[in-house]
């Protein structure tokens, strides 16, 4: 059994002497593990950190194996995402709920999302062709970007969904309305519209219209951004972690911290 395919590193473990388990999310063939022999040398440690994207060729005798990894790095973000605090509790929020994902079961647009995440994230920029630019001079930033926020929380709305257990976010629970819709069921994880809505506004989940691209032209505000990673941390906490016996990850409680400091 072979296949090549590139693919984001969400971890790795210790294997043997010298050696390491990496654990990839490829675009063709989902989260997969395998071994990388000789992974904790110094010419693979660097390229094997979490956020890199590599070219991956995966090998074994049979497909249940867990075969081994022959990799070349493609895109190497990971010493601009750990420089910057709020970048790397990104990184590891979202890694560590892609780890979630069940083995070999593809989702490429989730692996497309999360290169796009992690390449805001690290401040590169792709040309039509998705040739990478040198990164910009003044460095990434995601504090205080409520775009970048948005980002992030629409890649969990895609591991939510992947996960099972999407939102219904393209009409209003109560009346079907398709526009203005404002706030979310904590319950039913259902689009609720302004109007309708409003009457309960306390005890519903604030939508912000920049999160369904929606938002006329306009900046996102702090607030957009803070909203969006409120609304997806709820059915993240109630949904996959809790019903795992699953913390909330130090990580993304840091990230939803920075960006709320950022509003102040």
């Given at each position: 059994m072979e296949w090549t395919?590139?693919?984001?590193?969400?971890?790795?473990?210790?294997?043997?002497?010298?050696?390491l388990v990496l654990d990839l999310l490829t675009a063709r063939h989902g989260r997969h593990l395998g071994l990388v022999r000789g992974g904790r040398s110094r010419r693979l440690a660097a390229a094997l950190q979490p956020g890199n994207s590599l070219r991956a060729t995966w090998r074994a005798r049979l497909d249940e194996q867990l075969g081994h990894f022959q990799v070349e790095p493609v895109t190497e973000r990971a010493a601009r995402l750990i420089a910057e605090p709020s970048a790397l509790f990104a990184l590891q929020a979202l890694a560590t709920?892609?780890?979630?994902?069940?083995e070999r079961?593809?989702?490429?647009?989730?692996?497309?999302?999360?290169?796009?995440?992690?390449?805001v994230l690290a401040g590169i920029a792709r040309d039509s062709a998705g040739m990478a630019a040198p990164p910009s001079a003044?460095?990434?930033?995601?504090?205080?970007?409520?775009?970048?926020?948005?980002?992030?929380?629409?890649m969990e709305l895609g591991l939510l969904e992947a996960l099972g257990f999407g939102l219904d976010l393209s009409a209003c629970a109560l009346s079907g309305a398709r526009d203005d819709l404002a706030f979310v069921s904590p319950k039913s994880g259902r689009a609720v519209a302004a109007?309708?809505?409003?009457?309960?506004?306390?005890?519903?989940?604030?939508?912000?219209?920049?999160?369904?691209?929606?938002?006329?032209?306009?900046?996102?505000?702090?607030?957009?951004?803070?909203?969006?990673?409120?609304?997806?941390?709820?059915?993240?906490?109630?949904?996959?972690?809790?019903?795992?016996?699953?913390?909330?990850?130090?990580?993304?409680?840091?990230?939803?911290?920075?960006?709320?400091?950022?509003?102040?």
């Open positions: 395919d590139q693919g984001v590193v969400l971890g790795t473990r210790r294997q043997g002497e010298g050696h709920l892609a780890r979630l994902l069940p079961d593809p989702h490429p647009e989730i692996h497309a999302a999360f290169e796009a995440v992690l390449d003044g460095g990434n930033s995601f504090l205080g970007a409520p775009a970048t926020a948005l980002l992030v929380a629409r109007g309708p809505g409003a009457p309960y506004a306390d005890r519903l989940l604030r939508l912000p219209p920049a999160l369904l691209g929606r938002q006329d032209g306009a900046d996102p505000s702090p607030a957009d951004g803070r909203d969006a990673l409120r609304l997806t941390g709820h059915f993240l906490d109630r949904h996959v972690f809790l019903s795992r016996g699953l913390a909330v990850p130090a990580a993304r409680v840091q990230l939803l911290a920075l960006v709320e400091r950022a509003e102040r």
